[in-house]
């Protein structure tokens, strides 16, 4: 039996569509200028704390740009990093290597208050809108996307309705914001730069995540040894003359 189509009233589109996107906006712009109030400035690190996390950042890079370097040139930086890596070459405190770290350490104290602020500027503003529009718009039906899906997209597009016969084209309030936290991003980025916290997705770096407060940067080291040792060395360059002849010819 045919499910006959929905018409949408158009105000929907001034009082729930706009002004979620609107707020959404608002808050990103709120949530980046907190944290840049209630973030302290980072302290000036010492050279071999930056060649530390550096190195660990390289070595992630190493791995998923393997393809783009010469077999030869990688198989000689994955031997070389490898045993540095292991034998603590670019430890901050070699000697602390295998140690637990101090909690007395005013860096790992500030940089586990800074986590703490970064991830309750995170939680808190979504879980205030989330309620906001759970308690608000829950059951609305806004817009129609011009392109057709499959069925794995309905529970996606359609949070907050529970119907089956509702054509999975339909978006609900819920995943509206749901899309629009997830695709704010770049134009937060467009604004703001790249290095800003509006949207609460932030990009970190290559081994920028890893030596976290708490945590023995020799056994990331090591960890890292053993990672890139399990890299298998290929270059897409590898045989491309053989392939531009074959596809000239061919």
Not at 39 to 64: C, H, T, W
Not at 80 to 100: D, I, M, T, W
Request: charged share 15%; hydrophobic share 45%.
């Amino acid at each position: 039996m045919a499910v006959p189509d929905l018409i949408l009233d158009p105000n929907l589109r001034i009082w729930v569509l706009f002004p979620i996107l609107f707020i959404m906006i608002l808050f990103g712009l709120i949530r980046h200028y907190a944290n840049v109030l209630l973030m302290s400035n980072p302290k000036v690190g010492d050279v071999k704390s930056i060649r530390e996390q550096q190195f660990l950042s390289y070595a992630s890079s190493l791995k998923f740009n393997s393809v783009n370097l010469p077999t030869n040139a990688f198989i000689e930086r994955q031997q070389y990093y490898s045993e540095q890596f292991k034998n603590g070459r670019y430890l901050k405190n070699p000697e602390a290597a295998g140690k637990a770290p101090s909690l007395t350490d005013s860096s790992m104290m500030d940089g586990m208050f800074n986590m703490v602020k970064g991830q309750a500027m995170n939680f808190v503003p979504q879980t205030l809108m989330m309620s906001w529009i759970s308690t608000l718009f829950s059951g609305f039906v806004l817009m129609r996307l011009p392109f057709p899906l499959t069925v794995r997209f309905k529970s996606m597009l359609q949070s907050g309705v529970a119907t089956n016969d509702l054509d999975v084209r339909w978006v609900s309030a819920v995943s509206w914001y749901v899309l629009n936290l997830i695709g704010l991003q770049s134009v937060f980025s467009l604004i703001l730069g790249r290095e800003n916290t509006a949207s609460g997705l932030q990009q970190q770096q290559p081994g920028a995540n890893m030596l976290q407060p708490g945590i023995d940067p020799s056994k990331i080291f090591k960890a890292e040894a053993e990672n890139l040792e399990l890299v298998t060395p290929w270059c897409i360059f590898d045989g491309i003359e053989e392939r531009v002849l074959h596809a000239e010819n061919a």
